[in-house]
């Protein structure tokens, strides 16, 4: 049973950073993509980063690219996701996400609950 946790989201200021962590748990993720998606108020869901748990490829979307980084720890479980010189628009719920299918824009089968993350002008 995979279970994906969620924690880290905050207020913060633009310019500000946050890290966002996602634990998970039900077995080991050799073969998986876990991802990033958010969504802001009023607007649809969106992919935000994903990475391959066991080579470590990662995949943005264009709008976050050299401002937000994905990473994993193997060993706890956890990925994470580095928040750099936010803005106002990445306002928004975001969701850890596992693919079994691995990295390459799959399915997404297995989601947490969602951490806010508010930034303010």
């Known amino acids: 049973q995979v279970q994906l946790v969620e924690s880290g989201g905050g207020l913060v200021q633009a310019g500000g950073s946050l890290r966002l962590s996602c634990a998970a748990s039900g077995r080991t993720f050799d073969g998986y993509a876990m991802g990033w998606f958010r969504q802001a108020p009023g607007k649809e869901r969106e992919f935000v980063a994903a990475?391959?748990?066991?080579?470590?490829?990662?995949a943005y979307v264009d709008s976050v690219k050299g401002r937000f980084t994905i990473s994993r720890d193997n060993a706890k479980n956890t990925m994470y996701l580095q928040m750099n010189s936010l803005k106002p628009e990445d306002t928004a719920v975001y969701y850890c996400?596992?693919?079994?299918?691995?990295?390459?824009?799959?399915?997404?089968?297995?989601w947490g609950q969602g951490t806010q993350v508010t930034v303010s002008s």
């Open positions: 990475i391959s748990w066991s080579d470590g490829r990662t």
């Open positions: 996400a596992a693919d079994p299918g691995g990295l390459g824009w799959g399915d997404y089968q297995y």
